[in-house]
């Protein structure tokens, strides 16, 4: 059967393109919806997300002390004097633990706040036997009332935030009371630090020699899908690398044995914030490397040909014409380093992070935690209590991620601008 002779094109009419624009607009109306679709289940998982760790860090609360406060001192604590507490806590204590704070630091030294911890800590003892959702304390408080008072007699009720002032500024604790993220929140802030300060100039300097200098060759190809491979690499090797590199090979450097911040004994132990710092830097580097090419990749080859057509070098092109274009696609790259550094787990774990630390990090050779490390140790103990700080530590890492990316994207926004 012969095939009829194709009409030329400019034969067609409207007519003839009908039906198939017809069909093109149903296709592109159905992968509309599937996107928009998409979108949507993203956001309510998000938003699914965010209630049940809201959920988690309020509600209502049971509380069982030692001792009654009310029953401690004619007069509320908050209103005692030094002097008073004092009394207080020298009554209710053995007279050998009475003694040993005397002797750390002398009452007569310490602050009424500071006495005042003191007896909450050892004569209140306050102590959390049960606690309920912020929905269930909403929307069935009678009912959680009567529980408590059926379970719990002797303990008081009230509403509670997980997240307070004091949750940010008090350190690591077994008591879920006193338990707060400053020595987390610290660990990471250092960690992050170091990660950028050691990725950021070799990933743009690797950036640069690849787009600019580097030719065509057998080695720099290797090199580049070698990049391109090391970008979906799994953290926890580049926690084994760091462990064989920093930890163990290179022990005296990260420990600061080397450089007189430490005694010999800590060499086998250089499980310090500059040997995590450098795993992530090492994880975070192909990310740098690759936004930074795209970056400069974008840059108009123009650009270069009129800088160079007016007598500049290639360096003096590169650092007066082409970085500043393309910074702002760097710095896109550096804040999805920053999100991914900011909430690592795994390569950390294997490095040498410490699931309890009370300690605050001094400096790059001390020991160090952060916040993912203490959010994943509080999901794992028994106390469904911890469960509740966990929550509420989760919140004070998002807006720790939300607080460094806005300063990046306001540095974008504005070399963007210039």
Do not use: C
Request: hydrophobic share 50%.
């Amino acid at each position: 059967m012969s095939r009829a002779p194709a009409r030329p094109v400019d034969a067609l009419t409207p007519a003839d393109f009908e039906p198939r624009m017809g069909r093109r607009r149903r296709v592109g109306r159905a992968w509309a919806l599937a996107f928009q679709a998409a979108t949507v289940v993203g956001m309510v998982a998000l938003l699914a997300l965010l209630l049940t760790i809201i959920n988690d860090s309020f509600g209502l609360v049971a509380v069982e002390y030692a001792a009654d406060p009310a029953t401690l001192a004619t007069a509320p604590l908050d209103e005692l004097s030094r002097d008073e507490l004092a009394a207080v806590l020298q009554a209710h204590v053995s007279a050998g633990l009475y003694r040993r704070y005397e002797a750390e630091k002398p009452f007569s030294e310490r602050s009424a706040s500071e006495v005042r911890a003191l007896v909450m800590e050892r004569v209140v003892a306050p102590s959390v036997v049960a606690q309920w959702t912020l929905l269930d304390s909403l929307t069935s408080r009678s009912a959680v009332l009567a529980q408590a008072a059926a379970e719990h007699p002797q303990a008081q009720v009230r509403m509670a935030s997980w997240l307070t002032g004091r949750f940010l500024t008090a350190p690591q604790s077994g008591d879920p009371m006193r338990a707060g993220v400053r020595t987390a929140v610290l660990g990471s802030l250092w960690t992050v630090a170091i990660a950028l300060l050691a990725a950021f100039p070799i990933g743009v300097g690797a950036a640069i020699y690849l787009e600019e200098y580097a030719r065509d060759h057998p080695i720099n190809r290797l090199i580049q899908v070698n990049i391109n491979n090391l970008a979906g690499v799994p953290s926890i090797i580049y926690g084994m690398l760091g462990l064989a590199v920093f930890v163990r090979l290179l022990g005296r450097l990260t420990s600061g044995v080397a450089f007189g911040a430490g005694d010999e004994s800590s060499v086998a132990n250089g499980r310090t914030i500059l040997s995590a710092g450098l795993t992530l830097g090492l994880l975070v580097l192909p990310v740098i490397i690759i936004n930074a090419q795209e970056a400069i990749r974008a840059v108009p080859a123009s650009l270069r040909q009129a800088s160079l057509g007016l007598g500049a070098t290639r360096w003096q092109t590169v650092w007066h014409h082409v970085l500043p274009s393309a910074l702002p696609g760097i710095l896109t790259g550096t804040i999805l380093a920053i999100s991914r550094a900011m909430g690592e787990t795994a390569p950390l774990v294997v490095v040498g992070a410490s699931t309890f630390v009370t300690v605050d990090p001094t400096g790059p050779f001390s020991k160090f935690t952060t916040l993912p490390i203490q959010i994943y140790q509080w999901t794992s103990r028994p106390q469904d209590v911890f469960r509740n700080l966990a929550a509420a530590a989760i919140v004070v890492l998002l807006a720790m991620l939300l607080s460094l990316n806005a300063v990046a994207i306001l540095l974008r926004n504005r070399y963007s601008g210039k």
